[in-house]
């Protein structure tokens, strides 16, 4: 079993969505939900303390807004409020520098199944206001402290906005890890930081003399701010520069940071802190800890059937949309993306007015929910301090395991998820091929197909057309790079499209012609898609080579047909059946040995595809290229709607195995030792070769140390001087404190001494006779692999990215922050077309900005700088992008 893997260095609502619309039709009924396993019993005082405000806006069983209300009215006369603010008709006003901002506050019903709920959340509602909504089945206790810290919160975004500064912090009052703290073991307090202080402040004073109920909600709400952690199971993994607190040390620096930074809330965090070390409190904090516990597994083992709901609901929604008139409405707000960025987005943004049509007010277009959110047991970069998502109800590390690890894709996934859930997030299930911006000229010829109110045309891979008032690109970074070809290497190949059958075959001297999908010479229009992925265009009737073509297509097919037998390097096309010996010159099958003539598909009973793969459970083969079936004895095609469903599942299996993987689709949990080909796997790691840097950071304890071997280089041999080279070649932005996890990272010793290393890399990738891939490398080579892995990027000009979807015609100008300098999106200039996440800072994208690329180029990557180290020059992070589009929605004008 051989792989070769290539790389390259790498404020919400409560009631109907979580985001804009706040009466919508799509969100989560009371529908029920497979019942969960998990029941957490801990007695009425353990479980209200550990539920807190995180988790307990449900813990009465009977909803009441009426007592909800009179709650709220009564903690707002009686206060704690935010400095400077005041109540009016029951709303809060806090002083903005020009006029007071508004802050309503208001019960709710809380959506979907789950069993608990966060018992208040804020939203802006846009420059001017937010509106605070709490729990109506939240106990009157915490909706106190919820409105205490939700008011503060708010009131510190806004102060902050005011003196235009927006600090770029995610909250480190968080049990678990913490990758924040200075050399002076302090860290900066994000606005629910803050938040959360004055409530624990508010139970703080009143002890030593409370009730039981009190300081049990005191020792819950420390444990939950990360003030009470204990000494994680194992060792945090460390590595110079980056050395994240856990345990006792993580929790001393939070609470120096709260009595440096707020000191007016010391004395009652000291006598919480005072209550947690008594003898007498120990038990009480050992059930809090358990029942907190139980209540992330029954959240994790509920999420995912709450996430198939809405997929489900997405589904409804689309063929409901389908089946109506040709032309839809104008569509208000149209979201393109449907991960955690288009999530934020949608959570964060203002609430948009919907026109009375039966079309939601804001819609994402999306065919599916983002790469980052379907990795499985895979960890992320960074742990969950630093993948905060704003609006979400919950945060990854409420469906963590391990908060002192890094954020497994599943948590972060049910995170994302779950929030999408909740908010009623609809999703039209499509993907975006095309957008148009209104034509700026008045005449009647242009503007004849446009509706009134549209500014913008979408069009989609099922070929409907959309129209929107406003629109926002959140779709990633784009499609998986491919390789391509190398330029001295294409004499005597023929690379075809799988999609369209077209080919472009290069003569002995590399000049190419255009080949229709029958083989015969072809001069009219090439498809768009055929001509992108073969690198040609055609003037006046003769192809242009614009590019090398590529090596895949997007589906990970390979491009070149001809089918190698690795074990004579003869090979043939199946679709021309022209065989060849391994010089490549045509041949006549006839005259080869009737073992290889089979192998190569010629065969007594006529020539059958050497690219069927059969499934050892059943009667049947399946081809990899198209997914047609056949009998795996006669070669004799089957209907696939004739199959059992639990067949075809096995045979789509076997297709996605032997295409090749981008990146995301192939990760470390692939290679587990369940598996039974983990024991006699070969990887071999390819990287492109770098030059040789004069320093290089040193490696931690068991783990490649690229500092040491620049250090052997200068005194080596010509042949370890070279080993040394390629081997640092796999050293940049991927050498980091996930990469090198002991056992597990990528250049831990363990993982990295077995594995087979070059920067030779592939410029032939072709499907064998045995069911695997073969390769050749520039010095022709030949290799054979089970399964090859390209993670070598991404690319947002290609077919679906940002950059292609917009075209060069839309010039994109800075969305910049509160202190006119921060770079948080992108925008056309009208300014309701916007680019946010991770797209916004790819090169294609800001290309689009014209002469202003450079310096912004150059100002993101310093935004980038200044991140936390797990999250350090990773401008395309999560940690990175969540809270700029949260702050860009703040003032979003449509």
């Given at each position: 079993?051989?792989?070769?893997?290539?790389?390259?260095?790498?404020?919400?609502?409560?009631?109907?969505?979580?985001?804009?619309?706040?009466?919508?039709?799509?969100?989560?009924?009371?529908?029920?939900?497979?019942?969960?396993?998990?029941?957490?019993?801990?007695?009425?005082?353990?479980?209200?303390?550990?539920?807190?405000?995180?988790?307990?806006?449900?813990?009465?069983?009977?909803?009441?807004?009426?007592?909800?209300?009179?709650?709220?009215?009564?903690?707002?006369?009686?206060?704690?409020?935010?400095?400077?603010?005041?109540?009016?008709?029951?709303?809060?006003?806090?002083?903005?520098?020009?006029?007071?901002?508004?802050?309503?506050?208001?019960?709710?019903?809380?959506?979907?199944?789950?069993?608990?709920?966060?018992?208040?959340?804020?939203?802006?509602?846009?420059?001017?206001?937010?509106?605070?909504?709490?729990?109506?089945?939240?106990?009157?206790?915490?909706?106190?402290?919820?409105?205490?810290?939700?008011?503060?919160?708010?009131?510190?975004?806004?102060?902050?906005?005011?003196?235009?500064?927006?600090?770029?912090?995610?909250?480190?009052?968080?049990?678990?890890?913490?990758?924040?703290?200075?050399?002076?073991?302090?860290?900066?307090?994000?606005?629910?930081?803050?938040?959360?202080?004055?409530?624990?402040?508010?139970?703080?004073?009143?002890?030593?003399?409370?009730?039981?109920?009190?300081?049990?909600?005191?020792?819950?709400?420390?444990?939950?701010?990360?003030?009470?952690?204990?000494?994680?199971?194992?060792?945090?993994?460390?590595?110079?520069?980056?050395?994240?607190?856990?345990?006792?040390?993580?929790?001393?620096?939070?609470?120096?940071?709260?009595?440096?930074?707020?000191?007016?809330?010391?004395?009652?965090?000291?006598?919480?802190?005072?209550?947690?070390?008594?003898?007498?409190?120990?038990?009480?904090?050992?059930?809090?800890?358990?029942?907190?516990?139980?209540?992330?597994?029954?959240?994790?083992?509920?999420?995912?059937?709450?996430?198939?709901?809405?997929?489900?609901?997405?589904?409804?929604?689309?063929?409901?949309?389908?089946?109506?008139?040709?032309?839809?409405?104008?569509?208000?707000?149209?979201?393109?993306?449907?991960?955690?960025?288009?999530?934020?987005?949608?959570?964060?943004?203002?609430?948009v007015a919907g026109t009375g049509a039966d079309v939601p007010p804001v819609l994402a277009l999306s065919?599916?929910?983002?790469?980052?959110?379907?990795?499985?047991?895979?960890?992320?970069?960074?742990?969950?301090?630093?993948?905060?998502?704003?609006?979400?109800?919950?945060?990854?590390?409420?469906?963590?395991?391990?908060?002192?690890?890094?954020?497994?894709?599943?948590?972060?996934?049910?995170?994302?998820?779950?929030?999408?859930?909740?908010?009623?997030?609809?999703?039209?299930?499509?993907?975006?091929?095309?957008?148009?911006?209104?034509?700026?000229?008045?005449?009647?010829?242009?503007?004849?197909?446009?509706?009134?109110?549209?500014?913008?045309?979408?069009?989609?891979?099922?070929?409907?057309?959309?129209?929107?008032?406003?629109?926002?690109?959140?779709?990633?970074?784009?499609?998986?790079?491919?390789?391509?070809?190398?330029?001295?290497?294409?004499?005597?190949?023929?690379?075809?499209?799988?999609?369209?059958?077209?080919?472009?075959?290069?003569?002995?001297?590399?000049?190419?012609?255009?080949?229709?999908?029958?083989?015969?010479?072809?001069?009219?229009?090439?498809?768009?898609?055929?001509?992108?992925?073969?690198?040609?265009?055609?003037?006046?009737?003769?192809?242009?080579?614009?590019?090398?073509?590529?090596?895949?297509?997007?589906?990970?097919?390979?491009?070149?047909?001809?089918?190698?037998?690795?074990?004579?390097?003869?090979?043939?096309?199946?679709?021309?059946?022209?065989?060849?010996?391994?010089?490549?010159?045509?041949?006549?099958?006839?005259?080869?040995?009737?073992?290889?003539?089979?192998?190569?598909?010629?065969?007594?009973?006529?020539?059958?595809?050497?690219?069927?793969?059969?499934?050892?459970?059943?009667?049947?083969?399946?081809?990899?290229?198209?997914?047609?079936?056949?009998?795996?004895?006669?070669?004799?095609?089957?209907?696939?709607?004739?199959?059992?469903?639990?067949?075809l599942l096995r045979l789509d299996g076997l297709v996605r195995a032997h295409r090749v993987q981008y990146?995301?689709?192939?990760?470390?949990?692939?290679?587990?030792?369940?598996?039974?080909?983990?024991?006699?796997?070969?990887?071999?790691?390819?990287?492109?070769?770098?030059?040789?840097?004069?320093?290089?950071?040193?490696?931690?304890?068991?783990?490649?140390?690229?500092?040491?071997?620049?250090?052997?280089?200068?005194?080596?041999?010509?042949?370890?001087?070279?080993?040394?080279?390629?081997?640092?070649?796999?050293?940049?932005?991927?050498?980091?404190?996930?990469?090198?996890?002991?056992?597990?990272?990528?250049?831990?010793?363990?993982?990295?001494?077995?594995?087979?290393?070059?920067?030779?890399?592939?410029?032939?990738?072709?499907?064998?006779?045995?069911?695997?891939?073969?390769?050749?490398?520039?010095?022709?080579?030949?290799?054979?692999?089970?399964?090859?892995?390209?993670?070598?990027?991404?690319?947002?000009?290609?077919?679906?990215?940002?950059?292609?979807?917009?075209?060069?015609?839309?010039?994109?100008?800075?969305?910049?922050?509160?202190?006119?300098?921060?770079?948080?999106?992108?925008?056309?200039?009208?300014?309701?077309?916007?680019?946010?996440?991770?797209?916004?800072?790819?090169?294609?994208?800001?290309?689009?900005?014209?002469?202003?690329?450079?310096?912004?180029?150059?100002?993101?990557?310093?935004?980038?700088?200044?991140?936390?180290?797990?999250?350090?020059?990773?401008?395309?992070?999560?940690?990175?992008?969540?809270?700029?589009?949260?702050?860009?929605?703040?003032?979003?004008?449509?």
């Amino acid at each position: 079993m051989r792989t070769l893997s290539l790389w390259g260095g790498i404020g919400a609502v409560l009631v109907g969505p979580l985001g804009p619309a706040a009466q919508s039709a799509h969100a989560l009924t009371t529908t029920e939900v497979q019942a969960a396993a998990v029941v957490c019993a801990a007695p009425g005082p353990i479980a209200h303390a550990s539920a807190g405000l995180d988790f307990g806006g449900k813990e009465l069983s009977t909803a009441s807004a009426g007592r909800t209300a009179a709650v709220i009215r009564a903690a707002l006369t009686a206060g704690p409020l935010p400095a400077g603010a005041r109540v009016v008709g029951g709303q809060v006003l806090i002083p903005d520098g020009r006029r007071s901002f508004t802050i309503s506050v208001e019960p709710t019903r809380m959506p979907g199944t789950l069993p608990y709920a966060p018992v208040a959340t804020a939203h802006f509602l846009g420059q001017d206001a937010a509106v605070v909504r709490v729990s109506d089945r939240a106990t009157a206790d915490l909706i106190r402290q919820a409105l205490t810290a939700r008011l503060t919160e708010v009131a510190v975004i806004v102060t902050d906005r005011a003196a235009k500064r927006r600090p770029d912090v995610t909250s480190g009052l968080t049990e678990g890890v913490l990758t924040t703290a200075d050399g002076a073991g302090r860290i900066p307090l994000s606005p629910r930081d803050v938040g959360r202080v004055a409530a624990l402040r508010a139970l703080g004073d009143q002890l030593p003399t409370a009730s039981a109920q009190v300081k049990n909600t005191a020792l819950g709400a420390a444990i939950s701010m990360g003030l009470l952690d204990e000494e994680p199971a194992r060792p945090v993994h460390r590595m110079e520069g980056n050395a994240p607190l856990a345990g006792t040390a993580a929790a001393a620096a939070r609470a120096a940071s709260v009595r440096t930074l707020l000191p007016d809330s010391a004395a009652g965090l000291d006598k919480v802190l005072d209550l947690a070390r008594k003898a007498d409190s120990q038990a009480t904090l050992k059930d809090i800890r358990a029942e907190r516990d139980c209540e992330r597994r029954a959240l994790r083992e509920q999420a995912d059937g709450v996430i198939a709901q809405r997929t489900a609901a997405d589904a409804e929604l689309t063929k409901t949309l389908n089946a109506r008139a040709a032309q839809l409405p104008v569509i208000p707000h149209v979201i393109v993306g449907g991960g955690w960025a288009a999530t934020v987005d949608y959570l964060t943004l203002p609430p948009v007015a919907g026109t009375g049509a039966d079309v939601p007010p804001v819609l994402a277009l999306s065919a599916g929910y983002g790469v980052v959110n379907n990795l499985g047991d895979f960890r992320l970069t960074q742990p969950a301090m630093d993948n905060e998502l704003p609006g979400a109800p919950f945060q990854p590390g409420d469906f963590a395991e391990d908060r002192n690890d890094f954020v497994m894709s599943t948590a972060f996934g049910r995170a994302v998820g779950v929030a999408r859930a909740l908010a009623g997030m609809p999703t039209y299930q499509a993907t975006v091929t095309g957008i148009e911006s209104r034509p700026d000229a008045p005449g009647a010829s242009a503007l004849a197909d446009w509706p009134e109110d549209a500014r913008y045309r979408l069009t989609t891979s099922d070929e409907r057309t959309l129209y929107a008032h406003s629109l926002d690109l959140a779709t990633g970074l784009g499609p998986s790079r491919i390789p391509q070809a190398a330029g001295d290497q294409l004499a005597g190949r023929t690379f075809v499209d799988p999609a369209t059958g077209y080919q472009a075959e290069f003569d002995p001297d590399a000049k190419v012609r255009i080949l229709d999908p029958q083989g015969e010479p072809f001069t009219g229009r090439l498809p768009a898609s055929a001509g992108w992925l073969l690198g040609v265009q055609m003037v006046d009737g003769e192809p242009k080579k614009l590019y090398e073509p590529f090596l895949l297509d997007p589906q990970r097919r390979p491009t070149e047909r001809r089918v190698i037998d690795p074990e004579s390097r003869y090979s043939v096309d199946p679709g021309t059946r022209a065989a060849y010996d391994p010089d490549g010159a045509r041949i006549d099958p006839a005259n080869l040995d009737p073992a290889l003539r089979a192998r190569l598909g010629f065969r007594p009973g006529g020539y059958r595809d050497p690219r069927l793969v059969p499934d050892q459970e059943s009667p049947y083969s399946v081809h990899p290229m198209t997914g047609a079936v056949a009998l795996t004895d006669t070669g004799e095609p089957v209907d696939r709607t004739t199959l059992p469903a639990r067949t075809l599942l096995r045979l789509d299996g076997l297709v996605r195995a032997h295409r090749v993987q981008y990146g995301g689709q192939n990760t470390s949990a692939d290679y587990g030792p369940d598996d039974d080909r983990y024991v006699t796997r070969q990887v071999t790691w390819g990287a492109r070769p770098a030059k040789l840097g004069s320093d290089y950071a040193p490696g931690p304890e068991g783990a490649l140390d690229p500092k040491g071997l620049r250090a052997e280089w200068d005194s080596a041999t010509a042949s370890r001087k070279a080993e040394i080279q390629r081997d640092l070649s796999f050293v940049g932005g991927g050498f980091n404190r996930r990469n090198t996890l002991p056992a597990i990272g990528a250049f831990s010793l363990p993982v990295w001494q077995p594995t087979l290393r070059t920067t030779d890399l592939p410029v032939t990738v072709r499907y064998t006779t045995t069911g695997r891939f073969g390769t050749t490398d520039l010095q022709g080579r030949p290799s054979t692999f089970s399964r090859i892995v390209y993670t070598i990027g991404q690319e947002a000009d290609y077919p679906g990215g940002a950059a292609a979807l917009l075209g060069s015609g839309t010039p994109l100008i800075a969305v910049l922050g509160p202190d006119g300098e921060e770079i948080n999106g992108l925008s056309d200039k009208r300014r309701t077309l916007r680019v946010l996440g991770a797209v916004h800072v790819t090169t294609a994208v800001l290309r689009l900005t014209g002469a202003a690329q450079p310096a912004l180029t150059d100002k993101i990557k310093k935004q980038a700088d200044v991140l936390p180290p797990d999250a350090r020059t990773i401008h395309p992070s999560i940690r990175y992008h969540a809270g700029r589009i949260a702050e860009t929605n703040r003032t979003f004008q449509r």
